[in-house]
């Protein structure tokens, strides 16, 4: 089995910034790519950015020029560099990887999220 753990949530102020980690753990034979998503109230969970094994990023519109997604393949670990934070970026924040088991069996996971809350 597969684990994703996600950590740095927290409370913060409207301009501040917030850094948060994603370390994968289990069974893994590779980890295509990992992601973050997020999920407000009353609101559809919406990619935040997401990252390929050689590093090539994509970024949810609301969040370019802002936040800035990065990872160690050695640690099997996904960050998200969150600056400028705005009232609207409060939400849980999940992060997400399609991790290979073996040669042929490839999965999608999600960790268990992390409260992020920006004050205005």
């Known amino acids: 089995q597969v684990q994703l753990v996600e950590s740095g949530g927290g409370l913060v102020q409207a301009g501040g910034s917030l850094r948060l980690s994603c370390v994968c753990s289990?069974?893994?034979?590779?980890?295509?790519?990992m992601g973050w998503y997020r999920q407000a109230p009353g609101k559809q969970r919406e990619l935040v950015a997401g990252i390929t094994t050689s590093g090539a990023a994509t970024y949810g519109d609301s969040v370019k020029d802002r936040f800035t997604i990065s990872r160690d393949n050695t640690k099997n670990t996904a960050y998200l560099q969150m600056d400028s934070l705005e009232s609207e970026d409060t939400a849980v924040y999940f992060c997400?990887?399609?991790?290979?088991?073996?040669?042929?069996?490839?999965?999608?996971?999600w960790g268990q999220g992390t409260q992020v809350t920006v004050s205005s």
């Open positions: 997400n990887a399609v991790v290979a088991s073996s040669s042929w069996t490839f999965n999608t996971y």
């Open positions: 289990g069974r893994i034979l590779s980890i295509n790519s």
